[in-house]
């Protein structure tokens, strides 16, 4: 970042955002396609992460072994922030993935399953949602030591809706317009309440919109340049604990 443009962070009242990491130049590439991103079976997982010889799966955990999802080759659309954008569309239940990046894939990874784990996972380049919830089927679905680097304007780095009994525990969220967005979208079902322990928010314009019949329980959070710490709207609260 150039001194003009720090001398303007810091007028604004915002840290200059740390820089985003890279990949390491040896690490193993599985380069994902509009073809291979529809993970509704646990054989079409495999075959997404075939001939990459650090991933290891045990059971339902998927060890990447720093390996990299490069998404550089899923059709991009011309707005970033598209919401339509090409995601890795995850719909099996009780899949952990864990231990590399997620680089370049337009709308992140779209959660339509339950008891999802993601863990130790760096997400770059990412133009809408890192990681979504989508419908009433995804619940106790969490996030521990993760982080999300957003490189440009950026949308929101979690994105859980209807997500039931979800933790989020120790990531840093770097850059965007919301870090997370928990909300109760759909009638008929019982409140949500969601766990946020010692999140890092860093430089978003809020970090934690709330909606609906949604309690978020919060613990060990820091905000630093954030503008908002949160907003909450139709009878969502945040309690600190």
Same mark, same amino acid.
């Given at each position: 970042?150039?001194?003009?443009?720090?001398?303007?962070?810091? @007028?604004?009242?915002?840290?200059?955002?740390?820089?985003?990491?890279?990949?390491?130049?040896?690490?193993?590439?599985?380069?994902?396609?509009?073809?291979?991103?529809?993970?509704?079976?646990?054989?079409?997982?495999?075959?997404?992460?075939?001939?990459?010889?650090?991933?290891?799966?045990?059971?339902?955990? %998927?060890?990447?072994?720093?390996?990299?999802?490069?998404?550089?080759? %899923?059709?991009?659309?011309?707005?970033?922030?598209?919401?339509?954008?090409?995601?890795?569309?995850?719909?099996?239940?009780?899949?952990?993935?864990?231990?590399?990046?997620?680089?370049?894939?337009?709308?992140?990874?779209?959660?339509?399953?339950?008891?999802? &784990? @993601?863990?130790?996972?760096? @997400?770059?380049? %990412?133009?809408?949602?890192?990681?979504?919830?989508?419908?009433?089927?995804?619940?106790? &679905?969490?996030?521990?030591?993760?982080? @999300?680097? &957003?490189?440009?304007?950026?949308?929101?780095?979690?994105?859980?809706?209807?997500?039931?009994?979800?933790?989020?525990?120790?990531?840093?969220?770097?850059?965007? %317009?919301?870090?997370?967005?928990?909300?109760?979208?759909?009638?008929?079902?019982?409140? =949500?309440?969601?766990?946020?322990?010692?999140?890092?928010?860093?430089?978003?314009?809020?970090?934690?919109?709330?909606?609906?019949?949604?309690? =978020?329980?919060?613990?060990?959070?820091?905000?630093?340049?954030?503008?908002?710490?949160?907003?909450?709207?139709?009878?969502?609260? =945040?309690?600190?604990?």
């Amino acid at each position: 970042m150039s001194l003009i443009d720090t001398l303007k962070s810091l @007028f604004r009242g915002r840290p200059t955002l740390p820089v985003a990491p890279k990949p390491p130049a040896d690490a193993p590439r599985i380069l994902l396609h509009d073809g291979n991103i529809r993970w509704d079976s646990f054989e079409n997982i495999r075959k997404a992460l075939r001939g990459a010889s650090s991933v290891v799966i045990n059971g339902y955990t %998927i060890d990447l072994g720093g390996a990299v999802l490069d998404g550089s080759r %899923i059709t991009h659309p011309s707005d970033r922030n598209d919401e339509n954008s090409r995601s890795i569309e995850l719909s099996v239940n009780g899949i952990t993935l864990r231990n590399g990046w997620v680089s370049d894939v337009p709308g992140g990874i779209v959660v339509r399953a339950s008891n999802c &784990n @993601f863990r130790q996972l760096k @997400f770059i380049r %990412i133009g809408e949602d890192a990681i979504s919830t989508v419908g009433t089927a995804s619940t106790a &679905n969490c996030i521990y030591d993760c982080e @999300f680097w &957003n490189d440009a304007k950026g949308d929101k780095s979690i994105q859980w809706n209807n997500a039931q009994d979800s933790t989020i525990k120790d990531c840093m969220i770097v850059g965007g %317009i919301t870090g997370i967005r928990i909300q109760k979208v759909s009638y008929g079902m019982r409140k =949500v309440t969601a766990w946020l322990r010692g999140i890092r928010f860093v430089g978003c314009e809020t970090g934690i919109n709330a909606a609906g019949d949604t309690t =978020v329980r919060l613990n060990g959070a820091t905000f630093e340049g954030v503008g908002k710490k949160w907003v909450t709207n139709n009878g969502a609260k =945040v309690v600190q604990t």
